[in-house]
């Protein structure tokens, strides 16, 4: 057998697109239908369709990757179903911008000429996402690649719309709304983004009609210009004899009821009474539907008072709250202001403050679909993956608000329903022109649904629904999703709610929950910050299997991840660890090599035996792992199986003897197993050395390797396991006392088990290879040798006269005598109750463990300079 030999040097730049090519025209990614094999899929979270991929889109592509890679090798039919997002909002201010540079703004275009703009920009900017996936090396079948405004998956979201509203689950109404005054548009709940605030409250005073006064209390003045009413507790003796009597607007002159109202105002805050503005408040607009108050909208949709504000007409909502307070002064009715902390509630997508609006607008009843989410996830039938996100999702399905789903912008689904001159109102799967109920001409809803609807039904859109689709039978409900904790609201939840009722089964029966990817020292990666990280960059850097492996790596369940590029340069000295050793297997391949199943168990060697029985319970432990979604323990296995047991010592141990047949077969079928388990992890790696080894076939086709019992041996384990320790524990010594590698040791072993004494002297040449100990006895100690505790095991080092020099001599004296004073020093720190009693407990532990540590340094040391008569 010839084969091409491998560089000296790895570089991933010189095979990595190469081998992304093979796989996809192999058409490896794309599962068959139908098909006989059992069906795993994944849908991908879809990224914005002009967006980037940061470090966060990198580790769930390198997750979904992982596990679709895995189970294809394990013989599912398995489908990474890909996609973008049109992102409504985020790539509408993107195009926006666009045509501000130009002079220009989406009223003047008009909405044809301006959709023609934004499908422009799409086609434009359509394959960024793609190309960077394809860079990761993720194995989407791009043949199914879908987009949320595709018409296959428009048609869906019509179906969806049309279906909740002849259920009544769909419904519109004039109702308090988030507002953002930047983007135009209506947003949800979970949009709006939070902030604490030092504010403040001020005090003041609403002439009554017929003399005196009421004082009131408000962290925002402003919208005083809307008040309708004052409301006081009915039980608030200094109100009693005001309710039913009116205050007058000084500004607007208008009668405002005093009512008395138990749900909104606690009589022990404030002054107790409240000024009630039910367009601008969501407790004050409930308060209003009780009381059959009148609304009254103060502000436009820029955020302005509009003409209800009387004199503030035009102001900025922020300049009327000073021009508010200045007039209140001047009218002798402030009466007071103090600090106050606030929650300010800001736009997710452009940080504006969001106003309370009141406007008419699309809501879905959530109550009903609330239900069915909570029961399949508190039944079992969706396994939150850490399960302590259960907790937090029913928090929020219980305590679940209406969801706005109108946007008042372009880009986007628009909403299928249509309008007659008559107040008819008819939604429609497909345009229709005339009211079905009168014949009158219709108009449809200007408006489009919110992106996350359209998200809500990815998993069953993307597969064909509402049709009953091969994809659909075949790959619904899809096996795992993996996604941020942050949307677990925001989508997962969506999704559940959505595929329950309108696909009639759960949308995935598994969801995996990653943290946050963070800097090296656990801060939120930002712009301007400056500490985000490029992926690209670190494919380019790193190559692409050390950032995958990084990333997998960190990837602990409920974690955030602390990510420090300097794990990408050790998981890329990994890699070249791996393409040095399969440089050494290669050399000394001579085509004979059998397959590891060829093999006679009964005529290998111990060294053999012991590495198959490692790979198989290696294998058996990565399979766990990756069954669990313990992404960081599979890697912590896979890392800890390649460099330090098959490279670090059955390589070593192999030096020797790799000229014969069965060593050179396990060498090569090792690393090839070896190679198959990282494949899902650093598929590009181990493609390259797998077909410079003459492996048969790809590898993203291989069958994953499983567990061979008969190959595992305890015993044997056990064995090479002391062996291991004992030349660890050797090399250790002769590197705290200056003994050269090389030179000759004798050894004896201390009451050491009769069977594990046999072993260790039957590995005598091993020891000489790799420990130099020229002779291994049992038995009595020699005089003059040094006791080691070496793996559990009392050892004699017996060093021959003239094993160490002068100068290493002195070298140990200066190392006793800085001992010696750490020694003092510690114990007069542990002597010091002072110390004991203040000082964290973990600090007193490590000064325990530390003055261990030196005293067993001390005893070897002096033991050593006995030894050798110094």
């Known amino acids: 057998m010839s084969l091409e030999s491998l560089p000296t040097r790895y570089d991933p730049e010189s095979f990595e697109s190469s081998w992304y090519e093979r796989w996809e025209s192999s058409g490896a990614f794309s599962p068959e239908v139908p098909s006989d094999r059992p069906p795993f899929c994944i849908v991908i979270p879809p990224p914005n369709v002009t967006g980037i991929l940061h470090i966060g889109h990198a580790l769930q592509f390198t997750l979904q990757d992982l596990v679709i890679r895995w189970r294809r090798m394990q013989g599912y039919n398995a489908l990474w179903l890909p996609g973008t997002d049109h992102a409504g909002i985020a790539t509408q201010v993107m195009v926006e911008r666009q045509l501000a540079k130009e002079g220009l703004s989406r009223h003047e275009l008009g909405r044809e000429r301006f959709l023609e703009r934004m499908w422009q920009w799409k086609e434009e900017h359509k394959d960024n996402i793609s190309r960077q996936a394809k860079a990761l090396g993720s194995s989407c079948d791009w043949t199914r690649e879908r987009f949320t405004l595709d018409e296959g998956?428009?048609?869906?979201?019509?179906?969806?719309?049309?279906?909740?509203?002849?259920e009544g689950l769909i419904y519109q109404d004039r109702r308090l709304i988030n507002w953002c005054p930047r983007c135009h548009t209506a947003i949800s709940d979970l949009e709006v983004v939070h902030h604490e605030h030092d504010g403040a409250m001020w005090d003041f005073a609403y002439p009554l009609e017929g003399g005196g006064e009421i004082v009131v209390s408000t962290t925002r003045p402003e919208t005083m210009l809307g008040d309708t009413a004052i409301a006081v507790h009915p039980d608030d003796?200094?109100?009693t004899g005001l309710v039913g009597g009116f205050a007058i607007h000084p500004f607007l002159h208008r009668r405002i009821p005093i009512i008395a109202d138990a749900d909104l105002v606690d009589p022990e805050l404030g002054t107790g009474a409240v000024k009630v503005t039910p367009a601008h408040d969501p407790n004050d607009f409930e308060t209003g539907r009780r009381h059959d108050l009148e609304f009254i909208n103060i502000l436009d949709s820029e955020g302005r008072i509009n003409a209800e504000g009387g004199p503030f007409e035009g102001m900025d909502r922020f300049e009327a709250r000073k021009a508010v307070l200045e007039a209140l002064a001047e009218k002798g009715l402030l009466r007071g202001e103090k600090k106050h902390p606030m929650s300010i509630g800001r736009c997710q997508r452009c940080d504006t403050v969001v106003e309370p609006w009141l406007s008419k607008q699309w809501f879905v009843r959530m109550e009903t679909l609330a239900r069915k989410a909570l029961q399949v996830v508190r039944d079992g039938e969706i396994k939150l993956v850490p399960d302590f996100w259960i907790a937090t999702y029913e928090h929020w399905l219980e305590n679940i608000q209406d969801w706005c789903i109108?946007?008042?912008?372009?880009?986007?689904?628009?909403?299928?329903?249509?309008?007659?001159?008559?107040?008819?109102?008819?939604?429609?799967?497909?345009?229709?022109?005339?009211?079905?109920?009168?014949?009158?001409?219709?108009?449809?809803?200007?408006?489009?649904?919110?992106?996350?609807?359209?998200?809500?039904?990815?998993?069953?859109?993307?597969?064909?629904?509402?049709?009953?689709?091969?994809?659909f039978r075949t790959f619904y409900p899809t096996s795992l999703l993996i996604t941020g904790f942050d949307i677990l609201f925001f989508w997962v939840a969506r999704m559940i709610m959505m595929g329950c009722h309108l696909a009639g089964d759960i949308p995935f029966r598994t969801v995996h929950l990653t943290g946050l990817v963070r800097d090296a020292k656990g801060d939120k990666m930002s712009k301007t910050k400056g500490n985000t990280i490029d992926p690209l960059e670190m494919v380019h850097t790193y190559g692409a299997d050390a950032v995958r492996f990084t990333l997998a790596a960190l990837a602990s369940p409920g974690r955030d991840l602390p990510l420090d590029v300097k794990r990408m340069e050790g998981?890329?000295?990994?890699?070249?660890?791996?393409?040095?050793?399969?440089?050494?297997?290669?050399?000394?391949?001579e085509g004979d090599e059998p397959a590891l199943e060829e093999l006679d168990l009964r005529l290998l060697d111990p060294a053999e035996r012991w590495i198959l029985s490692r790979l198989s319970r290696t294998v058996r432990e990565v399979?766990?792992?990756?069954?669990?979604?313990?992404?960081?323990?599979?890697?912590?296995?896979?890392?800890?199986?390649?460099?330090?047991?098959?490279?670090?010592?059955?390589?070593e141990l192999a030096k020797g003897v790799a000229?014969?047949?069965?060593?050179?077969?396990?060498?090569?079928?090792?690393?090839?197993?070896?190679?198959?388990?990282?494949?899902?992890?650093?598929?590009?790696?181990?493609?390259?050395?797998?077909?410079?080894?003459?492996?048969?076939g790809m590898l993203i086709t291989s069958r994953y390797p499983e567990p061979v019992e008969a190959w595992e041996d305890e015993a044997l384990e056990a064995g090479f396991t002391a062996l291991q320790e004992l030349i660890g524990g050797l090399r250790s010594y002769r590197a705290m006392v200056g003994l050269a590698p090389r030179h000759p040791i004798g050894i004896t072993l201390v009451n050491v088990d009769t069977d594990r004494a046999a072993f260790l002297q039957a590995h005598a040449e091993q020891l000489a290879q790799l420990a130099a100990v020229e002779s291994i006895g049992t038995g009595e100690p020699p005089e003059h040798s040094v006791h080691e505790l070496l793996g559990g095991m009392e050892v004699a080092l017996e060093l021959p006269a003239g094993s160490l020099g002068e100068a290493q001599i002195d070298t140990i004296r200066r190392q006793i005598d800085q001992l010696e004073k750490a020694r003092i020093s510690t114990e007069k720190r542990l002597a010091n109750e002072a110390f004991l009693s203040r000082a964290p407990a973990e600090v007193v532990e490590g000064a325990r463990r530390q003055l261990d540590e030196t005293i067993t340094r001390l005893k070897r040391l002096r033991a050593t300079i006995e030894a050798v008569g110094g």
């Open 571 to 589: 998981y890329r000295a990994f890699a070249t660890k791996v393409w040095n050793a399969a440089r050494f297997v290669q050399m000394k391949l």
């Open 623 to 651: 399979n766990r792992a990756w069954e669990e979604l313990r992404f960081d323990e599979a890697c912590r296995l896979l890392y800890h199986f390649v460099w330090h047991t098959y490279c670090d010592w059955y390589l």
């Open 153 to 166: 998956l428009s048609r869906a979201v019509r179906r969806a719309f049309v279906t909740l509203y002849e």
């Open 237 to 239: 003796p200094r109100y």
């Open 406 to 471: 109108s946007r008042q912008l372009w880009w986007g689904h628009r909403i299928p329903a249509f309008f007659c001159p008559r107040g008819h109102v008819a939604v429609s799967e497909t345009p229709i022109d005339t009211c079905p109920e009168c014949g009158a001409p219709v108009e449809q809803d200007p408006d489009v649904l919110d992106t996350w609807f359209s998200s809500g039904l990815w998993p069953f859109s993307t597969l064909g629904w509402p049709d009953e689709s091969e994809d």
């Open 659 to 696: 000229g014969r047949r069965e060593v050179r077969a396990v060498l090569r079928g090792v690393l090839l197993q070896a190679l198959e388990l990282l494949h899902p992890v650093m598929p590009f790696i181990t493609e390259e050395i797998a077909a410079h080894l003459g492996h048969d």
